[in-house]
């Protein structure tokens, strides 16, 4: 069998199985109005309208009544249905009413599909049996609020999900995983670790950065610039909004102007919150007249951009309304794209490789069946992904084609990171553009005192910083390496008698630059252990009166019990090393 069979051969178990949950549901609560029920990557879901309230509580209820019919259904039978009979079918249920209207508006007749006594408007696509379905490979995970089509001005249904697979063993090893990421779920590790927070007075999707997490930030941030500024990039700054003006000649105002934060001023003006960085770039670089002999021209900013996004699509740090992106972009010749690009794909890979994730390759173009969603013209587009195609041939890469996922000025190539729980993660990005530099008339003078086009090259290594940092959390559970951690090492003296001797080390630490807390509370040392290990600290230095004698200290690593003597000049090197190296 084809793994494209296999694919779908699931994917019809699944649906099948959002029917088979429908059914449990009304038989359960007689009053509910169901609304749709499509399959998912990992299992299935269905929104209800629950004339009181359900639980998670329930969920087991309705699992076993989903075994008890499944007993009973084999087949689906197909109907066809006009649109004023499928309409008879639910008089009261204003969702599967809307969605029949929308089918079967050029007069064409709707479809249902019915197995045991249940049966429901559907386009199709179940099991050739449900006898075939192992009832101990389904089962229900959570409940979610989820506004009917997506759009917040709509009623507030309950989604309830459900993983399935064809296999019992298959769904043990999702729950498994499931049960895995969500103790390494960087919402709980992010206030565990005291890194980030949410404030309810500040705004969803605005995150507040706490002293610990700001280290953490700034210490990503600095590991990109490092890797950057070796490459002869230079740093710039700009403001976080702009007059209209600037998204209109970028082409921005007209393709995101329902995500922009926008601001009248008291004189009239419209302004918006930056959503993106490159216009205000193209705008440094066209400060002045550029011979061929200043290019390539790097840029780049760490800085926070704006998109509104709805309530309902914001989650933890992985989608936000305030983005910190490391963004960049090249301003170069034709003759030196390929060579900047590498550039940029060497950062992207040592970056990466720091942190143990393994990169897979996507080449991101347009539809060409729709290329009035874009800038520019075919032929330019063309130009630009036969670039992208020679620079992955020729770095040997192994990627997939992700069709109309291009960004609306220009292909890319999008790096997907493999976490430590086989999720894979879109992180950063390497676009080609001819389509802005001509819109804002960026030219460099050639050779022949001619007017010369130049490309531009948007690069962004973490993409987004809050949305990396996520990922980095649930990718080390939270356990981050000694040179990124916010605290390297924690002291703790075993008694008073011992204080003075831990503010001694303390000093010589701090000297060396290494980030500290001295744990001197009194309570017991197994106590002060074991919450620097909840902490994930990588270190603890346990001090008593051997140490003190010896001027050693005692060691204990993160994820290790055992604890071993050492001086503490040879500790702060190695220390020093470990960190500097980022091991």
Known sequence: MSKEVASKNLENLRHSLAHLLAAAVIELWPETKHAIGPAIDTGFYFDFEFKEPITEADLPKIEARMRQILKTWDQFEKHALTAQEAQKEYPQNPYKRELIEEFSKD?????????????????????????????????????????????????????????????????????????????????????????????DLVGPGLPLWTPRGTILRNLLD??????????????????????????????????????????????????????????????????????????PQRYASTTKVYRDEQTGELAGLTR????????????????????????????????????????????????PENMADYLGDKETWEKSVANLKDWLKERKADYFVGVGEAAFYG???????????????????????????????????????????????????????????????????????????????????????????????AEKLVQNGIRLELNDANETMGKRVREAELQKIPYVLVLGDQEEKDDSVAVRKQGQKEIKPQKLSAFITALVKEIRTKK
């Not at 034709?334 to 994730?357: L, M, P, R």
């Not at 130049?454 to 939270?478: N, Q, T, Y």
């Open 411 to 505: 292909p890319k190539i999008d790096f997907i990171a493999l976490d430590s729980l086989g999720r894979d993660w879109q992180v950063a990005t390497l676009q080609i553009d001819r389509n802005m530099p001509n819109n804002f008339g960026l030219f460099c003078i050639n050779e022949k005192g001619e007017k010369e086009s130049v490309v531009m090259l948007h690069a962004a290594i973490m993409g987004a910083l809050e949305r990396f940092a996520a990922v980095l959390i649930e990718h080390l559970a939270g356990a981050f390496p000694t040179w990124l951690a916010p605290v390297q090492v924690v002291i703790i003296p075993i008694s008073d008698n011992h204080k003075k001797y831990a503010q001694k080390v």
């Open 222 to 295: 600095n590991f990109v610039w490092e890797l950057r500024q070796e490459r002869g990039y230079q740093l710039v700054d700009i403001p976080h909004l702009t007059k209209k003006d600037l998204y209109e000649k970028s082409g921005h105002w007209s393709k995101f102007g329902n995500e922009l934060f926008r601001i009248k001023t008291r004189e009239g003006h419209e302004f918006a919150l930056k959503p993106m960085n490159c216009p205000h770039h193209t705008q440094i670089y066209a400060r002045k007249q550029h011979s061929y002999r200043d290019l």
């Open 320 to 367: 936000v309304r305030a983005i910190t992106q490391d963004d960049a972009h090249v301003f170069c010749r034709e003759s030196q794209i390929k060579e900047e690009a590498f550039k940029i794909w060497d950062i992207v890979e040592t970056f990466y490789k720091t942190f143990g994730f393994d990169l897979k390759v996507r080449l991101s173009v347009h539809d």
């Open 107 to 199: 007069g064409e007749k709707v479809t249902f599909y019915k197995s045991g006594d249940y049966w429901d408007l559907c386009r199709g696509g179940h099991v050739e049996s449900m006898k075939r379905v192992d009832p101990q490979a389904f089962k229900l995970t959570h409940l979610a609020g989820a506004y009917w089509r997506g759009d917040e001005k709509n009623q507030m249904l309950t989604r309830i999900y459900g993983a399935a697979f064809e296999t019992k063993k298959e769904l043990d090893n999702f729950l498994t995983l499931q049960e895995e990421a969500r103790k390494r779920d960087h919402r709980k590790l992010g206030k565990d670790l005291d890194l980030f927070l949410f404030s």
